[in-house]
């Protein structure tokens, strides 16, 4: 098993930025694929942002590309989302994923492929 446990989220101005990060414990060796997902009030949980554990295929839902960027310490089992220019639209809670595959590219923008989720963090943007 793999826990997750997101941190970072807080209230912030548009135009601003935050850092997400993600700690991983258990058999964090077996994790291939990290992701970011992301669920507003009322709507459906969506894609952020995802990685390889080498770095190796990073991907981006065209909403952040850009703004946003994921990066990861393996040698902490820490993932990260580094969130700049922030807008009201990205105010949701932000979870953590990871999977021990997912090799495909189209796999790792579908939160139902991912076996470990944290308990996700609120991120509020005002305006």
């Known amino acids: 098993q793999v826990q997750l446990v997101e941190s970072g989220g807080g209230l912030v101005q548009a135009g601003g930025s935050l850092r997400l990060s993600c700690a991983a414990s258990?058999?964090?060796?077996?994790?291939?694929?990290w992701g970011w997902f992301r669920q507003a009030p009322a709507k459906e949980r969506e894609f952020v942002a995802a990685?390889?554990?080498?770095?190796?295929?990073?991907y981006y839902a065209d909403s952040v590309k850009d703004r946003f960027i994921i990066s990861r310490d393996n040698a902490k089992n820490l993932v990260y989302l580094q969130m700049n220019s922030l807008k009201p639209e990205d105010t949701a809670i932000y979870y953590c994923a990871a999977d021990p595959g997912l090799a495909s590219e189209v796999a790792v923008v579908l939160g139902s492929e991912y076996d470990y989720w944290g308990q996700g963090t609120q991120v509020t943007v005002s305006s």
């Open positions: 990685t390889r554990w080498n770095g190796d295929g990073t």
């Open positions: 258990g058999r964090t060796g077996t994790i291939y694929t």
